[in-house]
């Protein structure tokens, strides 16, 4: 049932008239930290087919990063969760979720949708992503990654979706 209220929210908020509303670089670096997990978790199972056992998302290396991700969460799931919510517009469905029930939902759809398009060269491109990033801390690369969207959606022009704040 909350899976359905966030999702009908979202899709409300990006169906409006309205200009999205833009989000903040350090905004975007929590809810990556915040889905990273998750989306390590999912690119596991889901990229286990197209990947070498030897593969860095195989391997328990993969897990420790995703743990470490999981524990700066904990820190950053409120500043998350409230991205979330600015994304989807405020909605007054989501203001009485809690943050971890709205992080969980969120990780859990934004993965499927990840792992669902997985295939062999995106598992290896992923595969090879997350593993360069791992030496990093959760933070270090949702800064990292959070900079490559914004200079991603500044140089096309990209219109789909929230907007990152021009600082």
Do not use: W
């Not at 989000?23 to 199972?45: M, N, Y």
């Amino acid at each position: 049932m909350i899976k359905l209220v966030v999702g009908v929210a979202i899709i409300a908020a990006q169906n409006q008239n309205s200009p999205a509303p833009c989000v903040t670089r350090q905004q975007v670096s929590d809810i990556v930290v915040a889905l990273t997990p998750f989306i390590i978790d999912g690119a596991r199972e889901g990229c286990r087919p197209h990947l070498d056992p030897a593969a860095y998302l195989m391997r328990p290396e993969a897990q420790e990063f995703a743990a470490r991700a999981r524990t700066e969460t904990e820190a950053r799931g409120d500043a998350a969760a409230e991205a979330f919510r600015l994304i989807a517009g405020d909605r007054r469905e989501l203001r009485g979720i809690r943050t971890s029930t709205l992080v969980n939902v969120m990780g859990e759809v934004m993965t499927n949708e990840f792992v669902g398009s997985m295939n062999s060269d995106k598992c290896s491109s992923f595969n090879a992503l997350i593993e360069s990033l791992a030496p990093l801390s959760a933070s270090q690369a949702g800064t990292l990654l959070a900079s490559f969207f914004a200079l991603a959606r500044f140089s096309r022009g990209s219109r789909r979706g929230p907007s990152i704040c021009a600082e």
